[in-house]
Structure formats: C-alpha cells, structure tokens
C-alpha cells in the first residue's frame, strides 16, 4: 500500500503556490492574507495555523524558489572532478535551474528591494549568499590548491561569481530585448574564469621558470 501524502506539507505547498500568485500580481506591500486564503481556497484558519504573516511565507517561498538549485550544486561537493570541471558544472546547473526560476522572477526582485529595509527578507538572502559562498569557495580553493587557478582569495572570488551571475539578472530585467541572459551568463563567467584560470599549457620548467599561454 502507497503511503499516505503529508497532509502539512500538501497544505503549506499549496499555501505558498498561493501566496507566489497573489504577490506576483499585487505586489509584497499591495497582497493580504485575505487574498491569499481566497487564492489557496483553503480557511482563514488554515492559513494562520502554518503562517502567521507575510514575512513567515517570504521565507517559505524563498527556500522552494531557491532549494532546486542548491540541492543540485550541493552534490558538485561530491563529485571526484577538476575545480575547472567543477565551476563548468556549477555555471550548467545554475542556467538550467534559474530558466525555472524566470516564472519567479517579478517576486524575487520585489524581495531583493524589500532587504533593503524589510529584516526578515534581509536574513533571508543573506542566507542564500552564505550558501553560494559556502558550495562556491571551496572548488575555487581546491584549484588553487592542486595548481589550476592562480592564487587568488578564494571567498572574494566566490563573491565576484556572485555578483557576476546577479548582476547579469538584474540586467536582464530591465533590458530583456537587448540581452541574451544565457548567453551573456555565459560570457560573463567566462571571462571571470580566464581571469584565474591557468592555461593548459602552464609548465613549470625544473629551473623554476615559467611558461603560461594565457
């Protein structure tokens, strides 16, 4: 006999599919729990018994956005590859999870403006940043361990990824029609990477000289 579905975690998935709905089309500040019980179809009661507020949901709908993503870079830590591989898959991963996300897109930016003085929301990302660094630094510290990348401050590189990969988001935003947002991922990063990335053709002679293509 199959077993039996969680009924909590039917009810907060569908709260949550709800609240992404209502926020999507009023807004953060312009959505009430009022519209997100009527959107659910589920009691006021229900509502209130797994989320008290807006900000309890913000987090809720932050991890489902965002837990896809993760779990599938958490598993590069894993795998016996290269740092250059690893960064390759990393980049591959984050493209095929985020052209999910773009259905989520008017939300997350809202959320990214409310961290400016919304806490909850502030903790939150802040979360999501630690999170990246932490899957991030370590494969960029690893290559420069065993001699792939040059000698670069790992976590500071993981903050440029970082940036890099957020920044070419909030470009597309506005600019949709004058950005390939793959591509320009792509383009991006690449260039971030040659900028630490040794030439395969980097030789280290007995003499201590050296030769690098770059």
Do not use: C
Request: aromatic share 10%; hydrophobic share 45%.
């Amino acid at each position: 006999m199959a077993p039996k579905p969680d009924v909590s975690e039917v009810r907060k998935n569908q709260i949550i599919q709800a609240a992404i709905n209502v926020f999507t089309r009023q807004g953060f500040h312009g959505a009430r729990m009022d519209d997100i019980v009527e959107e659910s179809g589920l009691s006021k009661g229900t509502l209130y018994w797994y989320y008290k507020s807006k900000e309890e949901l913000i987090i809720s709908i932050l991890d489902h956005i965002f837990a896809g993503e993760f779990a599938k870079m958490e598993a590069l830590k894993n795998e016996n590859i290269s740092a250059r591989q690893g960064l390759h898959k990393f980049l591959e991963a984050y493209i095929a999870e985020l052209q999910k996300m773009l259905i989520f897109a008017p939300i997350i930016y809202e959320f990214y403006a409310l961290a400016f003085r919304n806490k909850t929301v502030r903790v939150v990302m802040q979360r999501y940043l630690h999170t990246f660094i932490s899957i991030v630094e370590p494969i960029i510290q690893y290559g420069i361990d065993n001699g792939e990348l040059r000698d670069v401050d790992a976590h500071q590189a993981a903050i440029a990824l970082g940036a890099q990969l957020e920044g070419t988001l909030l470009l597309w935003a506005y600019a949709p029609d004058i950005l390939s947002l793959e591509d320009q991922l792509r383009s991006g990063v690449k260039l971030l990477f040659d900028s630490i990335i040794i030439s395969e053709d980097f030789e280290i002679f007995e003499n201590g000289g050296e030769n690098a293509s770059l």
